[in-house]
């Protein structure tokens, strides 16, 4: 597997952006230029404790001195989001992995619809960012319980932002009624949603009724929805390519825990499938995906699959690991 590029950054500047959402600023820990920031972007943040978790981009694309993230104390985290609020310290070095993009705003002149959940308005304001500064249509919807737990509203009541943006808050004006706003869209726009599952399931089966093309539906999630289990977790065995060797993964132990404790090098991020930052190159064998990173056709193909979630319906997968 090819490992990510590590950037050694230092943390300029901690800050709240709403409640339980914390705002991060870094740069460059010896100087220099970075890479450039690209509109729906996230990087994996190397935490203390060996936790790489990934965290959208929400500055201005275009900056290469500074990468700015928000990031959401999540009730049920698994150790990302508390070390971050815990234990991060301003002027404190971190290593973090250069840019990637699963969320990039297609370079299309169609109308841009930007929905936005809760702490899912990270990579939409970067987006919303990148089209005013290009002069392109779009409008921006931001969704939230409450004002005081809605990140990055000042960044938002700047124009040019201001008069593309409609905020739907819980406890002052109602819930976003997602009919009424995909149905005042012109035809052909695109959609780009990103939140929780729950909002952003809604979005998408509100466009596929009002008749939305697939192609023209685009989502960032940050964690896992909840999926049926396929049956009881069956054990198999992983061979690497090359060397032969060998790696049994056992039921309740996932493919990525079980390579990893053979000192197999295996960069993993999400855990949940989400990031494709685990993806890996399928040989032999027939996967059962439980990623949600894949695209339909990409699972039917068979020749590829993560293994921080996915498993085998084969006893044996044959996989080769890349660099």
Known sequence: MRMNTLLQMRLTAKQAAAQDVVELTLEPATGGALPAVEAGAHVELHLPGGLVRPYSLCNAPGEKHRYVLGVLREASSRGGSAAVHELLQVGQVLSVGAPKN???????????????????????LGMAQQLAAQGRSFALHYAGRSRARMA??????DTPLAARTQLHIGDENGSM???????????????????PAGFIDAAL?????????ESQLHRELFAAAPREADGEDRPFDIELAGSGQVVHVPAGCSAAQALQAAGVPLLTSCEQGVCGTCLTRVVAGEPEHRDQYLTPEEQAANDQFLPCCSRARSSRLVIQLAG
Request: net charge neutral; proline share 9%.
């Open 102 to 124: 699963n969320f990039a705003l297609r370079p299309t002149p169609a109308h841009k619809l930007l929905l936005a959940g809760g702490i899912g308005i990270t990579p939409i």
């Open 152 to 157: 990055f509203l000042a960044a938002l009541a």
């Open 177 to 195: 009624d997602m009919d009424a706003v995909l149905a005042a869209q012109p035809e052909g726009s695109e959609l780009y949603v990103c939140g």
């Open 205 to 213: 089966a509100t466009a596929r009724r009002l008749g939305w093309p």
